[in-house]
């Protein structure tokens, strides 16, 4: 009882009227005519069927399907064959109307196209999608007039009336999760575009697209197609469905990147050491760099300064000679081992890291020396040059070389060997300063005296405390008054007028080489 209220629901009381009173009218004059029970059965099947018709409901075919085969019995049994061949007819045409209207008419079936996946369908009565009269069709039929019919041959009317369709959300939402598209199985996740290394450059390798959707944005695209009465949708054309990839191949940032990595492998540094340069390019920076299993580039600034470091390590490993001996061919024609650990190449590790750093990015192409924290006055492992002072200890004797030539010599009172805390310390060695005059201070004593204080007039410091000066005190040089007692607190002690001459010809760069 309820489906055939609700089936009437939007009828006029007219429209039921009229079915009524027309059916009843047929089974009326039938039974006053006699007719048989086929005959008024096809002529109630008549009327059904036009006035369903007009109601836009589908079960008007079945009925005009019955009126036909039952109206061709009925003319074929009385002969009239052209209306059983015209009845006849009438089979396939409903049955082709039947098709169509199951195909077009609005029961909401729609098309779902995705990326990647074939088309599904959505019912439309699986979403409660179906006519909503606004009552202007009823209104248009109340106001016509039965006998108003004839002004139609020299006058026309024209009638609007708006379509309206409604469907339940709730249900579309639950159609839009079964659909295979919505399925995490056959979901692909989109790939951010990147920079790798290929066929020997770095190159953009395109973000790829995927197909893993936004749920809500699909079922904000699918709810418009619906209101809009469309009968296909291709979710691929709509806006904000499908999840994008983070990084595409025109993002600025990536371009920076492509670009910093091209810098890389174009970065070319010369490093001189003398007569042995070494090059670093981008070979070498290429085996820095950790690519994935797709070529993708790994950007690791930790990593490439380590790898920056480990490199300059090496560098100052085979080039530094700070902390080394060196042979050192003496004026008496001695060969000696001299150990420094104050003179020498020192490569500043640190700042040379940074120099390269800022190099690679920038793709410096450059011939230039390390960053030093310390520098030498030759190169190679033999590093004095032929500009230095020679001070034999054994010998008690000083030599001033320049350029290969002696321009100074003299004999010296070196650090008393009979102690050990006053013994000058061999090795390699630099100027400090220059100070004329001065006065010489030993350590200070619990009474706040020092323990000496003696006053020179040339001061040339380079070992901590230890120094040139003039030592008027001393009633000889050379010798081996070093041994016997009269040595000094460490410093080299000489002639007046030799330390006179030192004093105006030392330099800070020039080596001092000391040894036994």
Same mark, same amino acid.
């Given at each position: 009882?309820?489906?055939?209220?609700?089936?009437?629901?939007?009828?006029?009381?007219?429209?039921?009227?009229?079915?009524?009173?027309?059916?009843?009218? %047929?089974?009326?004059?039938?039974?006053?005519?006699?007719?048989?029970?086929?005959?008024?059965?096809?002529?109630?099947?008549?009327? !059904?069927?036009?006035?369903?018709?007009?109601?836009?409901?589908?079960?008007?075919?079945?009925?005009?399907?019955?009126?036909?085969?039952?109206?061709?019995?009925?003319?074929?049994?009385?002969?009239?064959?052209?209306?059983?061949?015209?009845?006849?007819?009438?089979?396939?045409?409903?049955? !082709? =109307?039947?098709?169509?209207?199951?195909?077009?008419?609005?029961? =909401?079936? #729609?098309?779902?196209?995705?990326?990647?996946?074939?088309?599904?369908?959505?019912?439309?009565?699986?979403?409660?999608?179906?006519?909503?009269?606004?009552?202007?069709?009823?209104?248009?039929?109340? @106001?016509?007039?039965?006998?108003?019919?004839?002004?139609?041959?020299?006058?026309?009317?024209?009638?609007?009336?708006?379509?309206?369709?409604? $469907?339940?959300?709730?249900?579309?939402?639950?159609? &839009?999760?079964?659909?295979?598209?919505?399925?995490?199985?056959?979901?692909?996740?989109?790939?951010?575009?990147?920079?790798?290394?290929?066929?020997?450059?770095?190159?953009?390798?395109?973000?790829?697209?995927?197909?893993?959707?936004?749920?809500?944005?699909?079922?904000?695209?699918?709810?418009?197609?619906?209101?809009?009465?469309?009968?296909?949708?291709?979710?691929?054309?709509?806006?904000?469905?499908?999840?994008?990839?983070?990084?595409?191949?025109?993002?600025?940032?990536?371009?920076?990147? &492509?670009?910093?990595?091209?810098?890389?492998? +174009?970065?070319?540094?010369?490093?001189?050491?003398?007569?042995?340069?070494?090059?670093?390019?981008?070979?070498?920076?290429?085996?820095?760099?950790?690519?994935?299993? +797709?070529?993708?580039?790994?950007?690791? @600034?930790?990593?490439?300064?380590?790898?920056?470091?480990?490199?300059?390590?090496?560098?100052?490993?085979?080039?530094?000679?700070?902390?080394?001996?060196?042979?050192?061919?003496?004026?008496? #024609?001695?060969?000696?081992?001299?150990?420094?650990?104050?003179? #020498?190449?020192?490569?500043?590790?640190?700042?040379?890291?940074?120099?390269?750093?800022? @190099?690679?990015?920038?793709?410096?192409?450059?011939? +230039?020396?390390?960053?030093?924290? %310390?520098?030498?006055?030759?190169?190679?492992?033999?590093?004095?040059?032929?500009?230095?002072?020679?001070?034999?200890?054994?010998?008690?004797?000083?030599?001033?070389?320049?350029? #290969?030539?002696?321009?100074?010599?003299?004999?010296?009172?070196?650090? /008393? %060997?009979?102690?050990?805390?006053?013994?000058?310390?061999?090795?390699?060695?630099?100027?400090?300063?220059?100070?004329?005059?001065?006065?010489?201070?030993?350590? %200070?004593?619990?009474?706040?005296?020092?323990?000496?204080?003696?006053?020179?007039? $040339?001061?040339?410091?380079?070992?901590?405390?230890? =120094?040139?000066?003039?030592?008027?005190?001393?009633?000889?040089?050379?010798?081996? +008054?070093?041994?016997?007692?009269?040595?000094?607190?460490?410093?080299?002690?000489?002639?007046?007028?030799?330390?006179?001459?030192?004093?105006?010809?030392? /330099?800070?760069?020039?080596?001092?080489?000391?040894?036994?």
């Amino acid at each position: 009882m309820e489906k055939i209220k609700s089936y009437f629901k939007d009828w006029t009381m007219f429209e039921k009227s009229w079915l009524l009173i027309s059916s009843v009218t %047929m089974v009326v004059l039938s039974l006053m005519w006699g007719d048989s029970m086929i005959a008024l059965l096809s002529g109630l099947a008549g009327i !059904i069927s036009v006035v369903l018709c007009a109601k836009g409901k589908i079960e008007n075919y079945a009925f005009g399907l019955f009126q036909a085969v039952t109206y061709a019995y009925i003319c074929f049994q009385s002969h009239i064959y052209g209306e059983v061949m015209y009845n006849i007819l009438m089979v396939p045409m409903i049955i !082709i =109307g039947i098709i169509s209207w199951k195909k077009n008419m609005a029961d =909401g079936n #729609g098309e779902v196209k995705a990326r990647n996946l074939k088309s599904q369908s959505i019912n439309g009565k699986l979403i409660g999608y179906r006519y909503v009269s606004d009552g202007s069709i009823s209104q248009y039929l109340d @106001e016509q007039k039965p006998y108003k019919w004839v002004r139609g041959f020299w006058k026309k009317q024209n009638y609007t009336a708006k379509e309206n369709m409604t $469907y339940d959300k709730v249900k579309l939402k639950k159609q &839009l999760e079964k659909l295979e598209c919505v399925k995490k199985e056959n979901q692909t996740a989109p790939e951010d575009a990147y920079v790798a290394y290929k066929d020997s450059k770095f190159e953009i390798v395109p973000e790829t697209e995927g197909n893993t959707l936004d749920f809500n944005g699909a079922y904000q695209a699918l709810s418009e197609a619906v209101t809009d009465k469309k009968r296909t949708i291709d979710l691929n054309s709509c806006p904000a469905v499908y999840i994008k990839a983070a990084v595409l191949k025109d993002d600025p940032d990536l371009k920076n990147s &492509l670009e910093e990595c091209q810098n890389l492998i +174009r970065t070319k540094i010369v490093y001189i050491f003398g007569e042995e340069p070494v090059t670093l390019e981008g070979d070498e920076i290429r085996k820095w760099l950790i690519f994935d299993e +797709r070529g993708q580039l790994q950007k690791n @600034e930790d990593e490439l300064r380590q790898c920056v470091a480990e490199y300059v390590a090496q560098l100052a490993a085979t080039h530094d000679t700070v902390n080394t001996e060196r042979e050192f061919c003496t004026t008496s #024609g001695r060969t000696v081992q001299v150990y420094s650990s104050v003179y #020498g190449w020192k490569i500043d590790q640190e700042k040379e890291i940074e120099t390269i750093m800022q @190099e690679m990015i920038a793709g410096v192409q450059i011939n +230039r020396e390390p960053v030093y924290a %310390m520098r030498a006055n030759a190169r190679g492992m033999n590093d004095i040059g032929n500009t230095y002072i020679e001070v034999d200890l054994s010998a008690q004797h000083l030599y001033y070389y320049q350029d #290969g030539s002696i321009i100074l010599e003299s004999d010296i009172v070196s650090g /008393d %060997m009979q102690y050990a805390e006053r013994q000058t310390p061999p090795g390699i060695f630099q100027l400090y300063y220059k100070k004329s005059p001065s006065v010489l201070k030993g350590k %200070m004593l619990e009474n706040g005296k020092y323990e000496y204080e003696r006053p020179v007039t $040339y001061w040339m410091p380079f070992n901590g405390g230890i =120094g040139f000066h003039d030592a008027s005190w001393q009633p000889y040089f050379g010798g081996n +008054r070093f041994r016997e007692g009269g040595g000094s607190h460490g410093c080299i002690n000489l002639p007046a007028d030799k330390a006179a001459e030192l004093y105006n010809r030392i /330099d800070e760069s020039v080596p001092i080489v000391c040894f036994y």
